[in-house]
Structures are given as C-alpha cells and as structure tokens.
Nanobody, 127 residues
Framework: QVQLVESGGGLVQAGGSLRLSCAAS????????MGWFRQAPGKDREFVAH????????YYADSVKGRFTISRDDAKNTVYLQMNSLEAENTAIYYC????????????????????WGQGTQVTVSS
C-alpha cells in the first residue's frame, strides 16, 4: 500500500518561503505522477502543482506560477514543493497525492484522479 507523509509546514510571515516534502513508501515511486493540493478553511480542495512520473513536465495553478516550484527526487522517493513569496491567501493544509502512470487520464488538476493521499501539513502565512 502506498503511503505518503508530508512535512515542512509551519508558520511564516508574508513574503517568506517554505519547502514542503512528501515522502512515499510502499510503491515504485518513479512510476507515479505526483501532485500537491491545498484546502483552506471553508473552501474546497484545490490544485496547486503537479509533476509527471518522468519528472519532465510540471504544471501549476495560475495563482502560484512563478512563486512555487515542484520537484522530485526518485532516489529518495520524495516530492517537494518550494514556496516563495508566500501570501496570507496561501494559508491552508497542503496535501500531496499520487497516481500511477498506468491508465492515468492526465487530468492532473482534479483531486479525484489521484489514488493516494497524505495526511496533510499545515501552512500558515501571517500578514
């Protein structure tokens, strides 16, 4: 069974940076497409970023383009989300998610397309 464990969240001032990590186990990590989503209080879970199983393609929500960077290290079974120039509106619980490349629809921005989820890590940005 695939397990995902996020870390790296915390409290940061607006304009600051955080790097989230998501460590995977129980799977051949390199064949999984990986995504980051977030959910703020009272709001739906929303797409943040995605990286393909080969790591050659990345996708971002418009709201984070140019500020957030997703990357992966297959040797460490870990996906990262570097977040710069953080804003109060980025406060949320951040989740990583995985979907196997086999039979994947390609709709990286839809939460229901992912098979496995981590427990989330809280990011709080103070203004």
């Amino acid at each position: 069974q695939v397990q995902l464990v996020e870390s790296g969240g915390g409290l940061v001032q607006a304009g600051g940076s955080l790097r989230l990590s998501c460590a995977a186990s129980g799977c051949t990590f390199s064949v999984y497409n990986m995504g980051w989503f977030r959910q703020a209080p009272g709001k739906d879970r929303e797409f943040v970023a995605h990286i393909t199983w080969i790591g050659g393609l990345t996708y971002y929500a418009d709201s984070v383009k140019g500020r957030f960077t997703i990357s992966r290290d297959d040797a460490k079974n870990t996906v990262y989300l570097q977040m710069n120039s953080l804003e109060a509106e980025n406060t949320a619980i951040y989740y990583c998610a995985a979907v196997s490349r086999r039979g994947w629809s390609g709709r990286y921005y839809i939460a229901n397309e992912y098979d496995y989820w981590g427990q989330g890590t809280q990011v709080t940005v103070s203004s």
